[in-house]
């Protein structure tokens, strides 16, 4: 009786409806990802030209995914796509959006004031059973939520670019958040398909915290001239036996981004050796060289 009971109520407690806030590059995949995987999603964003974006990229995502798993059965790859759009609905009302929702995932700019102020609206009118979560880079997940009065329902659910190739969910808890919250945060990772581990809140979490230093020393590396950029790179793809060189990796995530994780970092934790500012980097960056997305950064494209 007792485990009947508490598969019940787990049951009733599993995560059906997602809400998620912003549809850039992160909030696209995650919303696209949690429709393929049978949830109904709402995704918000601030006007109709990024919701419109937001939309076509999506869809131009989920034709590659036809392309690549139904190969030979096109029939069931059209039925796929259709039934995954029709899970999502869009919305430029956030309040709203979430009023009928189990979870909202928020995917909007990296700033602590702009996402202090969507929480606080949100936490007022979301049903006291909603999860919140961030998927955040570089912001403790404890200062986002110290705005609301849900800190024991409130985590990180970081994801990783692109998301609908990456196989990687970092689950972070606070201090605050409580193990039912955990619990459901893991579920639903595994019910998105992705594997997931779980982090403390600590400053970037477990892949940024290696990776952020990393390609950072590679970039004081190529700045001391030790080697070039192209030798640094072929040296670790052949050596360390990495997919991406260093160099490579932070022209793909995009050199302001790095330098705007290193920054805030270094302020919050002026002593920590690692978290130094590359006067290099910051040169690039104020030269508009920001790697791919610009056209140049380490390399040119
Ligand atoms: P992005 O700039 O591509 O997308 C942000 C979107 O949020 C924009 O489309 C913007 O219109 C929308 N937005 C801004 N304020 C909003 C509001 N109040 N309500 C609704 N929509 C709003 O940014 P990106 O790269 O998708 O990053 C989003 C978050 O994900 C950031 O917190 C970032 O740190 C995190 N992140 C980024 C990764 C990356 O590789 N770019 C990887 C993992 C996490």
């Not at 009786?1 to 909030?27: D, E, P, Q, R």
């Not at 039925?79 to 759009?85: G, T």
């Not at 609206?121 to 912001?139: R, W």
């Not at 060189?245 to 981004?257: I, K, S």
Request: aromatic letters at 6%; glycine letters at 8%.
């Amino acid at each position: 009786l007792k485990s009947s009971f508490s598969s019940s109520a787990a049951m009733a407690g599993a995560i059906k409806h997602v809400t998620v806030i912003g549809g850039g590059l992160m909030g696209s995949g995650i919303a696209q990802v949690a429709a393929q995987t049978g949830h109904q999603v709402t995704l918000v964003e601030v006007n109709d030209a990024a919701l419109q974006k937001a939309h076509s990229s999506i869809q131009g995502s989920l034709q590659r995914v036809v392309k690549k798993l139904y190969k030979d059965k096109p029939a069931d790859g059209e039925k796929f796509l259709k039934e995954s759009l029709a899970r999502i609905t869009t919305s430029l009302n956030a309040e709203d959006a979430v009023k009928n929702t189990d979870l909202v995932v928020e995917a909007i700019v990296e700033n602590l004031r702009i996402k202090h102020k969507l929480f606080s609206s949100l936490d007022k009118v979301a049903p006291k059973h909603t999860i919140f979560a961030s998927n955040t880079s570089s912001l403790p997940i404890q200062d986002i939520a110290s705005v609301t009065n849900r800190k024991d329902r409130f985590g990180g659910l970081h994801f990783f670019n692109p998301v609908p190739v990456m196989k990687l969910l970092e689950v972070i808890r606070t201090p605050d958040t409580s193990d039912e919250t955990y619990e459901k945060m893991m579920e639903w990772g595994k019910n998105m398909g992705k594997t997931t581990v779980t982090c403390k809140d600590t400053p970037g979490f477990v892949v940024n915290r290696l990776l952020v230093p990393y390609l950072a020393e590679a970039l004081r590396m190529l700045e001391r001239g030790d080697a070039s950029a192209r030798d640094i790179d072929t040296a670790m793809k052949l050596g360390a036996g990495y997919p991406m060189g260093p160099l490579e990796l932070g022209d793909y995530v995009g050199l302001d981004t790095t330098k705007f994780i290193l920054d805030g970092w270094h302020k919050k934790f002026p002593n920590e050796q690692l978290f130094q500012p590359i006067p290099f980097l910051d040169k690039l960056v104020s030269e508009g060289k920001l790697g791919k997305k610009s056209g140049e950064g380490i390399y040119k494209y």
